[in-house]
């Protein structure tokens, strides 16, 4: 069975430019997390979904991040106006329900020159 | 807000050795979780620990949640090369949302 999926794996963006980075998560997954892993650190949690709904954005680092899911599956996670300090690796995990075990995708490493 | 304290944050170890590395936090956790993460991607679950004073294995890792739900510690037994990786203590608030420690990257040496 298929994991959970991100694309793309890297992207390069101009200091300024708005991204958005793609979530798929397995397939019947109720929970969905966004954490952000900075070089060298561990994951920090940006938002969670249950379904369609955003119940936790208080990890969002500004108003530029903005994180949606809108059908209860696919999430994207948009960043604007990017700046070098948005440059790490952005994880995406999926959960079957509360409390249960979470799955990782390996990420969209973000790079702003 | 919550401080997770992994310990150490990086060693090298011959092949074969056991390691030991561990986690503290400033506060009480219901649940323990340790993952390992490999370069370039996520997360994987390793152990999960539910009950204070539980010791649980998985093959050549065993862990254990505090007595006093502050820490948790990990074990792991004849370490190979595939061991190489960071291990992240996580273990969740309410809802579900994990909190990383730092990570303990760990080296072998071949």
């Known amino acids: 069975g298929a994991g959970v999926s991100q694309s793309p794996r890297y992207k390069v963006a101009k200091r300024g430019q708005d991204v958005a980075l793609r979530c798929d998560p397995i397939?019947?997954?109720?929970?969905l997390f966004w954490y952000q892993q900075a070089l060298g650190q561990g994951p920090e949690f940006l938002t969670y979904f249950q379904n369609e709904a955003q119940l936790d954005k208080s990890g969002l680092p500004s108003d530029r991040f903005f994180a949606e899911r809108p059908e209860g599956s696919v999430s994207t996670l948009k960043i604007q106006r990017t700046q070098q300090e948005d440059s790490a690796v952005y994880l995406c995990a999926s959960g079957t329900a509360y409390n249960s075990p979470l799955h990782f995708g390996n990420g969209t490493r973000l790079t702003v020159t | 807000g919550q401080q997770l304290n992994q310990s150490p944050q990086s060693m090298f170890i011959q092949e074969g050795e056991d390691v030991s590395m561990n986690c503290t936090s400033s506060?009480?956790?219901?649940?323990w979780l340790w993952y390992k993460q490999d370069p370039g991607e996520g997360p994987v679950l390793l152990i999960a620990l539910y009950k204070a004073g539980e010791l649980t294995s998985n093959g050549r890792l065993t862990a254990q949640f505090g007595i006093t739900r502050k820490d948790s510690f990990l074990n792991i037994s004849a370490s190979i090369p595939s061991d190489v990786g960071i291990y992240f203590c996580a273990p969740p608030n309410a809802g579900n949302m994990l909190t990383f420690g730092g990570g303990t990257r760990l080296m072998v040496k071949p």
């Open positions: 506060s009480i956790f219901n649940t």
């Open positions: 397939s019947g997954h109720v929970s």
